[in-house]
């Protein structure tokens, strides 16, 4: 154990001397925009970003349809003009299509995830070339279980250690200052569990024999260890790469729409709606090379099989054997 933590710290020192430089990374980054390449990959990816993107928005607006409804129909019941049946059967109905929702955003996560997988393979590998085909045999071979429930971990996680700060903003729910520095201080959070839990995902697939059986919390726990000197780095390198672009044609989407809407232009409204779905669409791949390529270019600085020191559960406690007399 004392071996380990030694080697944690200087990994942890190599990683805040040998983070990936702006320059190195943009010169990966290029051999992955090959244009027939990138093309191949887009038109799968953009085309399932656009159906997920409708199905969602139908989804959410039924949600809020519904959502109004019950509001009305808990009214109807106090002047004795609907019965309690009626009023489950629409809550029936709510959790239904919520539910419908976070499924089709989880299938969507999953294509997302094979892409990653891919370009991963592919930077690991020049002669493998992404498709459609590929693109969905890697879907169809994940394991969805084990992904579900890293993203859920995460998720819990994130919102506990948000949780003491949301219970204080409802004891200074009246203090708009008070309230306003606690959700600063929650993104936060958020943000820095999130560069935390980054390479979980990629540290998972690493080991993925040693996970059956075991909680898919072990993901996060070595993605926490791997990030100890890169969290600032990979930040930087996101919002350069990925922020910064998304930011800039959001903008300009967003200030047409907002120009149309002030204006009362509708032409100006849809033009820009449709300009700012195409556009992210278009960029789908590119955003989605990022990650897989920053883990290819930090795993060489990192001695990546000691972060699972200690942190499997032993088979003999899986199974109980370690338990019989």
């Known amino acids: 154990m004392k071996f380990f933590k030694n080697q944690g710290r200087t990994t942890e020192k190599a990683a805040k ?32 970003f656009i159906i997920w993107l409708a199905l969602t928005g139908m989804g ?10 019950l509001s009305m129909s808990i009214m109807m019941i106090m002047y004795g003009m609907m019965t309690i049946t009626s009023l489950l059967f629409a809550v029936g109905e709510f959790l239904l299509l919520l539910v419908a929702v976070v499924v089709i955003f989880f299938l969507f996560y999953c294509l997302q995830v094979g892409v990653q997988f891919g370009y991963q393979d592919r930077i690991q590998n020049s002669a493998k070339v992404l ?25 819990l996680f994130i919102f506990l250690w948000q949780l003491p700060l949301r219970i204080l903003a409802g004891f200074f729910a009246g203090n708009a200052i008070v309230v306003n520095t606690l959700d600063v201080l929650n993104e936060v959070i958020a943000i820095w569990k999130g560069l935390q839990y980054s390479q979980a995902l990629y540290l998972y697939r690493a080991k993925q024999p040693a996970f059956l059986g075991q909680s898919m919390r072990h993901a996060l726990t070595v993605s926490k260890r791997y990030m100890a000197g890169f969290k600032f ?22 200030g047409l729409i907002f120009y149309g809407v002030y204006t009362a232009t509708n032409p100006c409204i849809w033009i820009g709606a449709v300009l700012l779905v195409l556009g992210f669409a278009a960029m789908m791949p590119y955003l989605t090379m990022i990650a897989p390529l920053y883990f290819e270019k930090t795993r060489t600085k990192v001695q990546v099989d000691a972060l699972y020191t200690d942190v499997f559960t032993p088979v003999a406690e899986l199974t109980g054997e370690a338990y019989q007399d």
Not at 17 to 46: C, H, Q
């Open 17 to 48: 001397l040998d983070g990936v430089g702006i320059k190195e990374f943009a010169a990966s980054l290029k051999p992955l925009l090959n244009k027939r390449e990138y093309l191949t990959t887009m038109w799968p990816l953009a085309g399932y």
């Open 60 to 69: 959410l607006y039924f949600a809020y349809s519904l959502l109004a409804s």
């Open 131 to 155: 498709s459609a085909s590929s693109i969905w045999n890697r879907f169809k071979h994940l394991r969805k279980n084990q992904l579900l429930r890293l993203v859920a971990y995460s998720a």
């Open 233 to 254: 780095n990979y930040f930087l390198i996101s919002l350069l790469f990925a922020g910064v672009p998304s930011l800039v044609w959001g903008g300009l989407t967003g």
